[in-house]
């Protein structure tokens, strides 16, 4: 007591000023106490069913990192270290399609494989030997896959085989670029083949009927032939004379023209002319000597 009442008389001793920041530090000093000594106020807490908590979170700060914290009342998973997953690369099976290697051309429509197998080309028709367009249809089936690898599709309508033995099928090639072309298409598209000769009219359906009809393009047409002018041998004009010369040819023999012509009997028609011989007349024109 006596020490509070010097402090209390030294106090009142002091400046004004110095009261008063005497006073702001107590205060300051006594909250400082009031909060650590006081108990903690419990959260509101408002649990979401997932595990997860909302509430006060006024707390946070006075936590160190990494101490796990229970608030009661909420549910609250157990902490799972994570644990490093094993990389699995997925199986993929890889889908083979066969390719086949064609031998020859046939024709337009026809290949043999390097198998022995002949194949018809499905929903076309180019020309037969002789016929017009043969000739270009085959080249140009020649150009797109003779020596090439192809692939042979089956028709679900058609029939595997026509009547001489021969796989009916759509002849697909991959381009440079990664794409398939329909090689029986194709042919259609540029006018080597006709689709309206081999479709189902005709008794043989197929599933790119439609499709080719569509794409029929202009039939080839081959240029008419021209005529050729075979120049003839123009006729030799050979005077005759209109009367016969004297007598003194009648019956004469002449060697030869040499001799004719001295005598003035030349030329000698034959017919007409008793001296006329088919020795002198080499071009056998019925003129001697001429």
């Known amino acids: 007591m006596d020490k509070l009442k010097k402090f209390w008389n030294k106090f009142k001793t002091l400046s004004r000023g110095l009261k008063i920041t005497m006073i702001v530090g107590v205060l300051v000093l006594a909250s400082i106490i009031c909060v650590q000594c006081s108990p903690a106020t419990e959260p509101k807490v408002i649990p979401d069913g997932k595990g997860d908590v909302y509430g006060d979170t006024s707390l946070v700060d006075q936590v160190e990192v990494g101490t796990p ?18 990389t699995i690369a997925p199986t993929i099976e890889k889908i083979v399609v066969q390719t086949y290697v064609v031998a020859r051309v ?11 197998s002949f194949v018809r080309l499905l929903g076309i028709d180019t020309p037969e030997r002789g016929e017009c367009g043969y000739q270009e249809a085959t080249d140009y089936l020649i150009s ?6 192809v692939y042979l599709i089956e028709d679900s309508l058609a029939d595997d085989v026509d009547r001489y033995g021969r796989l009916l ?5 991959e381009d440079s670029l990664g794409g398939i072309n329909d090689i029986n298409w194709m042919l259609v598209w540029v006018g080597y083949a006709d689709s309206f000769k081999y479709d189902s009219s005709t ?11 569509k794409s029929q393009g202009v039939l080839f047409v081959c240029p008419l032939p021209t005529a050729t002018i075979v120049p003839t041998k ?3 004009y050979i005077p005759v004379p209109t009367t016969a010369p004297v007598d003194k040819c009648s019956g004469q023999y002449f ?10 009997c030349a030329p000698a028609i034959q017919g007409r002319d008793n001296w006329y011989r088919t020795a002198h007349d080499r071009d056998g024109d019925g003129v001697g000597c001429e």
Do not use: W
Request: glycine share 10%; aromatic share 8%.
């Open 69 to 86: 914290v229970h608030l009661e009342g909420a549910s609250v998973e157990p902490t799972v270290e994570p644990t490093e997953v094993p």
């Open 106 to 116: 046939v024709d337009g429509d026809t290949v043999e494989l390097s198998n022995g």
């Open 144 to 149: 797109l896959v003779e020596g090439k690898e």
């Open 169 to 173: 099928r759509y002849i697909e090639i």
């Open 203 to 213: 008794g043989y359906p197929y599933e790119r009927e439609e499709f080719y009809h």
């Open 234 to 236: 123009a006729p030799v």
């Open 255 to 264: 060697q030869n023209c040499t001799a004719m012509r001295d005598a003035g």
